[in-house]
């Protein structure tokens, strides 16, 4: 029987935050190639046409092939999230539970979800690392 350590519990449960990134970044690119598309077709953007031509070709390209990753990121962000959610929902303590859909869901530091749950940085801090612990506890 293998015993995960709390980094390796960790890991699993932060699994979201890399597809959310890279999420991100493709929505930074669209809106990116979408605002050059724009400012060549303004008036004042003296472009040959068929450089023009070739320059929407391509960003429509370059669109399309975010949009078709930025889909395949949600449906793995969708999965991970399922799985996670299902992870958590196994922890018998409900305040345990929930420091960790705030933690690993909802991205919130430690010190937010002290504020949130109105409990003191410390007891946060404590119930974060039982919190792990439980996890490790049940997938071993």
């Avoid at 930074?28 to 077709?41: E, G, L, R, Y």
């Avoid at 959610?85 to 929930?98: G, N, S």
Wanted: hydrophobic share 40%; glycine share 2%.
């Amino acid at each position: 029987m293998v015993r995960l350590s709390i980094d390796e519990v960790k890991r699993l449960l932060d699994r979201c935050k890399g597809v959310r990134e890279r999420i991100n970044s493709k929505q930074t690119q669209i809106a990116s190639i979408k605002d050059m598309t724009q400012q060549f077709a303004e008036p004042e953007a003296i472009v040959d046409g068929e450089v023009m031509s070739i320059m929407a070709e391509q960003n429509t390209k370059a669109t399309n092939e975010l949009i078709s990753g930025l889909k395949e990121d949600i449906a793995e962000l969708c999965k991970i999230e399922i799985e996670t959610r299902r992870i958590i929902a196994q922890v018998k303590d409900v305040d345990l539970q929930r420091v960790l859909e705030l933690r690993y869901l909802r991205r919130l530091s430690l010190q937010e979800i002290a504020d949130e749950m109105t409990f003191s940085y410390e007891t946060i801090r404590k119930m974060h690392r039982k919190a792990l612990k439980a996890v490790a506890s049940l997938l071993q």
